[in-house]
């Protein structure tokens, strides 16, 4: 997490997607009312990336969880400099501004976690995401239900992931919260399917680990073996 | 088209594009509710590439001529890795699952085909597609009617394409079955403009052959003489 | 500009941008209707680019000014050839050809100077944009006032966006015009937060001056020190 800014309202960055974190103390009443966020806080954390949309909603799902601060917006651009999948616009309110300063460097740190099993190759890349026990984030994100395991399978070309999906729901009995496709879903046109599921822990990081181990053998047929640029934490 | 991966529901896969073709046998129940597709198969072939719709379509055209399968769902992502263009998610359906096993083949080998008049160059592309007779892969996508001779015609950036569809009308008589923008008509927000043509056999081949002939003439004004990866079949 | 090319529809090319200029004297009746412009003319002028929208839009204001022509369409594709931005698609009709391919060469020209406040590095760019009196192509494709002072502050990833639209607006007595994020207000999901300003000449000259410092900081805090391609016009 580089710290070489002298702007005040810059708390880090982390070079793993290009990720940059901000606070504004106080933000100007004018933009706020154009911002057109869930709720108005006068404190708000700014997360964005080019590449991640699932790393850094699972690592604003722990900032909520340790912090007294709630997501306002989440907005995904197709992004990914030239890749199949998604960048991110998170953000934080709360009342307090070192809350929402706190919110926002977790979120930083726990990146590194949440790329862990983000495996890429030159044809596209697959996300495996997994939490026992989702958050606000995760809920405000893909409607998911807070307090239950939560599993998130994503492939890219959108056609493993079709493959990914039905892997994981036949290896394990999980619900099916969610599904996303290049023009349904909320993907902004991403070349990714994305499958969200619910249930038991146990359950759910069976589906997640059946998908990942199918995952990498289709990538792998248009390409060379894909590779995370962090350990896999799943 | 290779073939070096052991996972049941890999058909095979191929270079150009990056395309993978996928079958599943029995799809999910779950899963088959969450995909909202046309109409419910047990038994899906998917095909999705990294770069191209048009080839992919047209290759699936003549797939859904030669089995007893029909197309459930098309979509098209923003995607050919950087370039101006789609990749894509076409998901067939049948009966029995070798009908849908061999429409993914015949998809996959046809590509190379239809490959054959895109031209790209550093600044962009231009893709041309051409059939005597459409079918229901063609209709599904493109709203053209079965059994007439049908023309796709690609300008990247899209300014080019204006030109190329204007050409393309004024040098023969066909009828516009629909234009596509970069905010209008299904693009994903492309930098493409698409004109999509019908009529008489003889007079769509004219129109097409006219649009790239001036398409590669703006497009090499931008760049190096654009080029095609596979033999021109038009 | 270069003039390589012998198509009568060229006008001519820009590398900035990867921009081409054409002009259609007489489009074809059924195009016409299937493009669906705000207004028909018999003859169009037609900008588009691979790389970006403010840039395209501000030369073509001056255009707009210059001429006895209008815009009637403006579409901003999901490009920027792997970045986190825009092309375009600038689309002129005016009742005389040669007023109409005027406009074209008048855009192709000025986009040398609206580059000029486009800084860039490996992690992203950001863009301002100043006029002291904003004329019908920033009316249409920003809803300001025509006549008044125009200011335009982008941000990618959005995440800086927000901080320099937050820097813009407390930094002088500026009216937000409008404001726009990646899954908001038109920008086809690219990674920029852009905010649209109007005001007195002085104040929002001052607040895109604003914008620019705290951006170039926040960017560079994210790679190599942002560079313009062209000399800074504001």
Redesign the interface.
């Known amino acids: 997490m580089?710290n070489?800014?002298?702007?005040t309202?810059?708390v880090g960055?982390n070079?793993t997607g290009?990720t940059?974190?901000?606070v504004?103390a106080n933000?100007?009443q004018?933009?706020l009312?154009?911002?057109?966020l869930k709720k108005y806080y006068r404190s708000?954390g700014?997360?964005?990336?080019?590449t991640g949309a699932g790393p850094h909603i699972m690592a604003a799902d722990e900032a909520v969880k340790a912090t007294n601060t709630e997501i306002v917006s989440i907005?995904?651009?197709?992004?990914t400099?030239?890749?199949?999948g998604h960048?991110n616009?998170i953000?934080f309110g709360g009342e307090d501004v070192s809350d929402v300063r706190r919110a926002v460097e977790v979120t930083l740190g726990e990146v590194n976690r949440t790329f862990g099993d983000v495996y890429a190759n030159e044809?596209?890349h697959i996300e495996l995401q997994y939490t026992a026990r989702a958050s606000h984030a995760i809920e405000t994100a893909f409607g998911a239900e807070v307090g239950r395991a939560f599993g998130l399978i994503v492939g890219a070309?959108?056609?493993?992931g079709?493959?990914m999906?039905?892997t994981a729901?036949?290896s394990a009995t999980v619900?099916?919260v969610?599904?996303a496709?290049?023009?349904?879903g909320g993907?902004?046109?991403?070349?990714?399917?994305i499958?969200f599921i619910s249930g038991d822990s146990g359950a759910v990081r069976q589906a997640v680990v059946s998908a990942r181990e199918?995952g990498l053998?289709?990538l792998?047929?248009?390409?060379d073996t894909p590779v995370n640029g962090q350990p896999s934490y799943i």
Do not use: W
């Open positions: 580089a070489n800014c002298n702007v309202e810059f960055s070079p290009d940059i974190g901000l504004i933000v100007d004018q933009l009312d154009a911002m057109k708000i700014i997360v964005g990336a080019r907005e995904l651009p197709r992004d400099k030239g890749g199949a960048g616009l953000i044809a596209g070309p959108a056609a493993i079709v493959v999906a039905d729901v036949k619900d099916v969610g599904y496709s290049p023009g349904n993907t902004s046109h991403s070349n990714e399917v499958l199918i053998q289709l792998g047929s248009l390409g």
